[in-house]
């Protein structure tokens, strides 16, 4: 399984920023698709964004046009820049990988088996 550490995490008023770090052990393989999901408190655990080896990023519609995210494959580091931050996306957020043959990524939290132990953001 791939090791996954997430940093970066904390407080912040609302509007500001954030940027999320997830060091790997290594991008496992053209096949996977590394995530980010989040999960606040009495709530499902929810996919935000998804990328591939390639670089496509794919988002949720809840923080598309404000979160990016990228990858550092020289420094095996999945990175997620949060802009424009809003109450609602407080939550504990995870990085997370899964083999996802072809092309696009999931949402969907079961499809990832290798996770981080997350990272807690609190927007106020």
């Known amino acids: 399984d791939v090791q996954l550490v997430e940093s970066g995490g904390g407080s912040v008023q609302a509007g500001g920023s954030l940027r999320l770090s997830c060091a790997h052990s290594g991008y496992p393989s053209s096949r996977h698709c590394m995530g980010w999901f989040r999960q606040a408190p009495g709530k499902a655990r929810e996919g935000i964004a998804g990328i591939r080896r390639n670089g496509d990023a794919y988002y949720a519609d809840s923080v598309k046009g404000r979160f990016a995210i990228s990858l550092d494959n020289a420094k095996n580091t999945l990175y997620l820049q949060m802009n424009s931050l809003k109450s609602e996306d407080t939550a504990l957020y995870y990085c997370?990988?899964?083999?996802?043959?072809?092309?696009?990524?999931?949402?969907?939290?079961?499809?990832?088996?290798?996770w981080g132990q997350g990272t807690q953001v609190t927007v106020s």
């Open positions: 997370a990988t899964g083999s996802l043959p072809g092309i696009g990524w999931s949402p969907l939290y079961y499809e990832y088996n290798s």
